[in-house]
């Protein structure tokens, strides 16, 4: 059995001898070189951009006098008004439950693509606002948007480290959390300029808050369309038995030939891990070991409970928790 040390010190002997080969040590120099990369990450960071601009969007388009004109009591109580803001991150708790299984059984690429459109029927449903339903839309169209940029807050920033070469992984991992802020930026002042639509007293026109909410389907179906194009994680397709799509991947993202040592030892050092976690299900979960959906779904909350088992383990939950 291939022990956590071992996988670790290959890892590390890996990276290193990868930075000769590459002759950078990461920063600006590796992101020059890995340009293609960065592009790919960017776009995949729309997703953060769409959690940034809907966490952002609502706070505005709370005090417009024409939305309140059709949430009836859902403004004027503050505790159901709390509703109306709150259950977005219900939402997105409940996505990030099935992110993890989700993103294994499918692919990364294709859960983005999933929550994308989840995405999009959540911000259809608020629109439909205007009519009789009036609060229900919001709340269930809310709820839902949650769910995928829950989700999408998990899986693109898995896309973008798996697709990453080591040294530049942190850094196109942190564009997540700058689609984040950018997308609130853009979100307060797309509120404030539509805040002037038809007045900002009893004259206000619907389409004041309609257009920021609807605004965010731009992003999302450029997300969607666009991630067609893009590649499959190599780690997700060597962990799935797709080892000679990794390669050609592995060159494609690098922009090298396939038969480069930097190929080879990234393959390696990928499959190295791979094999490890396939090992270790094995020795622990043998009746979980086979890659089927049912099994991938227990392991996640296998992989959850088992914060909980021992007191080392629930320390690191407390800290993380409260940290974040």
């Known amino acids: 059995m291939v022990t956590t040390k071992s996988t670790s010190q290959f890892g590390e002997a890996a990276l290193q001898r990868r930075l000769a080969l590459t002759r950078t040590s990461g920063g600006p120099a590796a992101l020059v070189q890995n340009v293609r990369v960065f592009l790919i990450a960017s776009f995949a960071c729309i997703g953060g951009l769409l959690y940034g601009y809907n966490q952002g969007v609502f706070s505005g388009v709370l005090t417009m006098t024409s939305f309140d004109a059709h949430m009836g009591v859902y403004t004027s109580d503050q505790t159901k008004k709390g509703w109306l803001t709150s259950i977005l991150e219900l939402g997105a708790w409940t996505g990030t439950l099935y992110s993890g299984f989700l993103a294994e059984l499918i692919s990364r690429k294709y859960a983005i693509i999933v929550n994308t459109g989840i995405f999009i029927l959540g911000v259809i449903i608020q629109c439909t606002a205007t009519t009789s339903a009036g609060h229900n839309s919001i709340l269930g169209g809310r709820f839902v948007v949650g769910m995928g940029v829950g989700s999408l807050s998990m899986i693109v920033p898995m896309y973008v480290a798996e697709c990453a070469p080591p040294e530049l992984r942190g850094l196109l991992v942190g564009l997540q959390q700058l689609a984040i802020e950018f997308g609130i930026l853009v979100s307060f002042w797309i509120d404030y ?30 997300l969607i369309v666009g991630m067609i194009f893009m590649p499959f994680t190599p780690r997700w397709l060597i962990h799935h038995g797709h080892e000679e799509d990794a390669r050609k991947t592995l060159a494609k993202l690098r922009g090298i030939d396939i038969n480069d040592e930097i190929i080879e030892l990234e393959f390696l050092e990928i499959k190295a891990q791979s094999i490890f976690e396939k090992r270790t299900v094995e020795h622990n979960f043998p009746h979980l070991a ?6 991938i779904i227990k392991l996640q909350f296998v992989a959850i409970g088992s914060l909980f088992k021992t007191m080392p383990m629930f320390r690191r939950v407390v800290v993380s928790t409260v940290t974040m």
Do not use: F, H, R
């Not at 539509?194 to 007045?199: D, E, H, K, L, V």
């Open 193 to 222: 300029g539509c805040n002037y639509i038809g007045g900002t007293g009893k004259s206000q026109s619907d389409a004041a808050w309609l257009v920021p909410l609807a605004l965010q389907l731009a992003p999302a179906l450029i």
């Open 290 to 295: 086979e890659l089927t959906p049912g099994n």
